[in-house]
C-alpha cells in the first residue's frame, strides 16, 4: 500500500517535470526558429540568466524580502482578523444577520480600486501594501471560519455538553478543531491572495518589492524582466504552499 | 428512590410552514434508581425526543421533569447520553476522548490519563489508545463511547439506539458488555467511594424489541405519532446475570416477546399509514 503510493507519487514528479521541460523546451524552440520574438515573450535561458544576475547583485533578496515581509503580515493580521470574526458571527446569528449586507458590499469592492487609497492613508511603504493584502486574506478567512463553525456536528457539540463542557472549552474542544480543517484548507488560497495583495500594492506604487522590479521592467519594455520577477514570485510560493501542506498534514493527522 | 420522573409532559416542534408538530402527548413516568429501563416504539414516535427531553438538551412544552428529586432546569447534570450516531471527537485519540470528561472536569492530567487508561482496558481497548476514532471499526468506536460516558459516573445514562448502526453479532456482544458493565457497576464504581455499590440507572431507547427485553427491567411502549403516549409497560422479570445470546430461546422470554409485540404490532402498523411516520 505505502509501497504503491510512492510508487505513484515518483510517477507524478516524473510526468510534472516532462510537462515543464516541454513547455520551456518549445518556448525556447520556438523563439530560436523565430517563430516568436523574444521582444514579446523573452527566451527562458535569458530569464534564468537574468535572476542569476539579480541574485549576484543581491537586488533579489533585498526585493523579495520586502515582498514576503508585506505578505506575511498581511496574511497574518488578515487571518487573525477573519478568524475572530468568523467565529464571532458564527456564534452570534443576531450580529451575523445585521453585518451580513455589509460584509457582502465590502467583499465586492474591486481590491485594485483601494489601492490608491491605501497609498493615501498609509504611504509610500510597506503598510498601504500590508492593508491591501489584508483586505484580500480577511474574506476568504472570514467566510470559511464562519463556515466551518455552523459545520461543527450538533451531535458533537451535545456529546461534550453532556460530558459536562462550558462554552468555553466547547469552543475550545469542538468548534476550533472543527473549523481548523476549513481554515486550512482556506490557507492556500490566503497565502496567494497575502502575495498578489503586496505585489499589486507595490505595482503600484512603490519603491521596494517585487511588485516594483517588474512595474520597472514593464516601463522599459523589458519582458526578460517581467518574467523573471514572475519567475521568483511563482518559485516562492511554491515553496511556501508546500510547507503549509507539511503543516496541515501534522495538524490534521486524525483524519 | 426515584432517579427520573416525568410529570405529563408535552413537547411540540414548529413547522417551517407555520404552526406546531406535537411530538410527545401528556407522557408521565417514574425510573427508579438503579433500574434498566427500555422505550421501545414505531419509528418516529419521538424516542429521541424523549431521551433528549430527560437529558435537559430540549425543555417540554409542557409538564415537568425532575431529575434526582428536583426539577431539572438546561442540562441533566446527573444523565450522560449515548448517542446513536458517532460522537466521539475525530482530532482527539482515544485516550483523550476517553479521559474527556475527567478533563472538561479540571482533573489533573496525569489522574484523567491514568482512569482513561483503566477504562480502556475495561471495554479491551488498551492496545488502541493511541489510535483516532477513525481508524477504528464501529463496535469499537462505541465501546470507546461507552467508556467515555461510563468515566465520569453520572447516576442516569440516557441511550439512543447506541447499537442500531452494527452488525447482529457485533451487536450481541456490544449488549453483553453493557449488561456486564451496568451489573458489575459496584466493582467498577469502586474507585470512587461516593457512589460506590450503585447500580446506574439506564434509559435505553429501542426500536428492537428483542434487545429491549434482553436488556431491561421493564419496556415501556410508546404510541405511533405524531403525538405518542405510553401505551404499555411491561416487567421484564428474568433473572440476571442474563446471557443476552441464549436468552432469545428461552420460553419466558418468548412469552413476553408475544405479548409486548401484540401491542407494539398495532403501534408499527398506524406508523405506517399515518404520514407522521416517516418523520425521524
Not at chain 1, 498601504?128 to 467566510?143: E, G, Q
Not at chain 2, 436488556?215 to 428474568?238: C, F, K, N, W
Request: hydrophobic share 50%.
Amino acid at each position: 500500500m505505502r509501497e504503491a503510493k510512492e510508487h505513484s507519487r515518483r510517477l507524478v514528479l516524473f510526468w510534472q517535470a516532462v510537462v515543464g521541460l516541454l513547455i520551456l523546451g518549445l518556448w525556447q524552440g520556438l523563439v530560436s526558429l523565430k517563430l516568436l520574438d523574444p521582444f514579446f515573450v523573452s527566451r527562458p535561458n535569458d530569464i534564468v540568466r537574468r535572476i542569476g544576475t539579480w541574485m549576484r547583485a543581491g537586488t533579489l533578496w533585498m526585493h523579495l524580502s520586502v515582498t514576503l515581509e508585506e505578505s506575511v503580515l498581511g496574511l497574518v493580521a488578515g487571518a487573525a482578523l477573519g478568524i475572530g470574526f468568523g467565529f464571532a458571527l458564527a456564534r452570534s446569528p443576531m450580529l451575523a444577520r445585521v453585518l451580513d449586507p455589509y460584509i457582502r458590499m465590502l467583499n465586492a469592492i474591486p481590491r485594485v480600486v483601494l489601492a490608491p487609497l491605501f497609498l493615501l492613508w498609509f504611504g509610500l511603504g510597506i503598510w498601504s501594501k500590508v492593508a491591501l493584502a489584508v483586505t484580500l486574506v480577511f474574506f476568504v478567512m472570514f467566510f470559511n471560519t464562519y463556515q466551518g463553525v455552523r459545520d461543527a456536528s450538533q451531535v458533537l457539540i451535545d456529546n461534550v455538553r453532556m460530558l459536562g463542557a462550558t462554552e468555553r472549552q466547547l469552543v475550545r474542544h469542538v468548534l476550533v478543531p472543527s473549523a481548523l480543517t476549513w481554515i486550512f484548507s482556506s490557507l492556500h488560497t490566503s497565502l496567494g491572495f497575502a502575495v498578489v495583495g503586496a505585489v499589486v500594492g507595490e505595482y503600484l506604487g512603490s519603491t521596494r518589492g517585487l511588485g516594483y522590479v517588474i512595474q520597472q521592467a514593464e516601463g522599459t519594455f523589458d519582458t526578460t524582466g517581467v518574467f523573471a520577477g514572475m519567475t521568483v514570485l511563482a518559485v516562492v510560493v511554491l515553496m511556501i504552499s508546500a510547507g503549509v501542506a507539511r503543516l496541515e498534514r501534522w495538524l490534521l493527522r486524525w483524519k | 428512590m426515584i432517579e427520573l420522573q416525568l410529570d405529563r409532559v408535552s413537547r411540540d416542534f414548529d413547522l417551517p410552514g407555520g404552526g406546531t408538530y406535537r411530538v410527545l402527548e401528556d407522557i408521565s413516568f417514574d425510573v427508579e434508581t438503579g433500574a434498566f429501563v427500555a422505550i421501545v416504539g414505531p419509528s418516529g414516535c419521538g424516542k429521541s425526543t424523549l431521551l433528549n427531553v430527560a437529558a435537559g438538551l430540549l425543555s417540554p412544552t409542557s409538564g415537568q421533569v425532575q431529575s434526582g428529586g428536583t426539577p431539572l432546569a438546561g442540562l441533566n447534570r446527573r444523565a450522560t447520553y449515548l448517542f446513536q450516531q458517532d460522537a466521539l471527537l475525530p482530532w482527539k485519540s482515544v485516550r483523550d476522548n476517553v479521559a474527556l470528561g475527567l478533563t472538561l472536569a479540571g482533573a489533573p492530567r496525569a489522574e484523567a490519563a491514568a482512569r482513561a487508561a483503566e477504562w480502556l482496558g475495561r471495554v479491551g481497548l488498551s492496545p488502541f489508545a493511541a489510535h483516532y476514532p477513525a481508524q477504528l471499526s464501529g463496535g469499537m468506536r462505541k465501546r470507546v463511547a461507552m467508556a467515555q460516558h461510563w468515566i465520569i459516573d453520572r447516576s442516569l445514562m440516557l441511550m439512543d439506539e447506541p447499537f442500531s448502526a452494527l452488525d447482529v453479532h457485533t451487536r450481541q456482544r456490544m449488549e453483553t458488555e453493557l449488561l456486564a458493565l451496568w451489573e458489575g457497576a459496584d466493582a467498577a464504581a469502586a474507585t470512587t467511594p461516593a457512589t460506590a455499590g450503585e447500580r446506574k440507572t439506564v434509559l435505553f431507547v429501542t426500536h428492537d424489541l428483542e434487545e429491549a427485553i434482553a436488556l431491561a427491567d421493564e419496556v415501556v411502549v410508546l404510541s405511533a405519532g405524531p403525538a405518542s403516549r405510553i401505551v404499555a409497560r411491561h416487567r421484564v422479570t428474568l433473572d440476571r446475570p442474563r446471557d443476552v445470546m441464549d436468552l432469545r430461546t428461552m420460553p419466558a422470554f418468548v412469552d413476553l416477546y408475544g405479548a409486548v409485540w401484540s401491542v407494539l404490532r398495532a403501534e408499527v402498523r398506524k406508523s405506517q399509514q399515518s404520514p407522521g411516520g416517516r418523520h425521524a
